[in-house]
């Protein structure tokens, strides 16, 4: 029986930015299933959202992809959307050998390791589905790093050079690669890597998940809302300039 609606599954998906994007998809009448690690999270978010799918999971976790990948294909029939969004970020002062290398490591495993993983299993899925479609948060930090957070902007370069690498290899079996490349975001992740005194001037969510959707339907394969355009173009222009003026103060406080 061919499915009624299409099926997209958010990780990281009970907040933030991924919550303000599944909200667009219910929006459009499509099925959508948000991850998350935190049970009580995902329960509010089913609260306040009946018409929403939840699912516990760990996206390190390989055991626990497998068993999303399954309940998905029970369930729906398989997914049409994966949407990689879960990620953290962590303020590290590299010359600081008290460091806690186990973070950076994790950093490393949920922002880049854990989009390959999904890929890879749920890959049959999407060859199966006539609108199979990828879409990676990476961040406008993937154009220029931020001093502060060195691994969280490593991952996310890898992560956005890895989405334009398997774009046209996946374009064969029928399955589109979008990139969103947010810039600073009013969430959780931007509050607890303290940025507010780096005058990044956050976006809400709501907005960013507006542009995202604009331009998503409209075709764009790499979406650069707010101050991430302009860290692209300057990337190109002046990439010296750029890099300095983000990074007066590259050692975070109090690390």
């Not at 959307?81 to 962590?90: D, K, P, R, S, T």
């Not at 890898?158 to 810039?183: D, M, N, S, Y």
């Not at 956050?202 to 764009?220: C, L, Q």
């Not at 173009?233 to 590259?250: D, E, T, V, Y």
Request: contains cysteine; charged residues 25%.
């Amino acid at each position: 029986m061919a499915k009624s609606k299409k099926v997209v599954l958010i990780t990281g998906g009970s907040s933030g930015i991924g919550l303000a994007i599944a909200k667009k998809f219910l929006d459009n009448n499509y099925e959508v299933v948000v991850t998350g690690r935190n049970l009580s999270k995902l329960q509010k978010v089913k609260t306040d959202l009946p018409t929403i799918h939840i699912e516990q999971g760990d996206v390190c976790n390989e055991e626990d992809v497998k068993a999303l990948v399954l309940k998905m294909e029970q369930t729906f029939g398989g997914i049409d959307v994966l949407f990689n969004n879960a990620g953290i970020m962590n303020l590290v002062d590299a010359g600081n050998e008290q460091n806690q290398l186990e973070r950076q490591f994790t950093e490393i495993e949920i922002n880049f390791h854990a989009p390959i993983r999904l890929l890879h299993y749920f890959l049959p899925q999407l060859k199966k589905s006539k609108k199979g479609t990828v879409i990676n948060t990476s961040s406008g930090l993937a154009y220029v790093p931020f001093a502060q957070a060195p691994t969280y902007s490593g991952t996310k370069a890898a992560l956005h050079f890895w989405t334009l690498a398997i774009r046209p290899q996946l374009r064969r079996h029928g399955i589109k690669v979008v990139e969103l490349l947010p810039p600073v975001v009013d969430t959780k992740l931007a509050k607890d890597a303290d940025l507010k005194d780096d005058n990044l001037k956050p976006m809400a969510p709501e907005k960013m998940a507006a542009i995202f959707w604009k331009d998503f339907t409209n075709g764009k394969e790499e979406i650069t809302p707010g101050l991430s355009k302009q860290l692209k173009l300057m990337s190109r222009l002046a990439p010296k300039f750029i890099f300095g003026q983000l990074n007066k103060q590259p050692i975070p406080k109090n690390k």
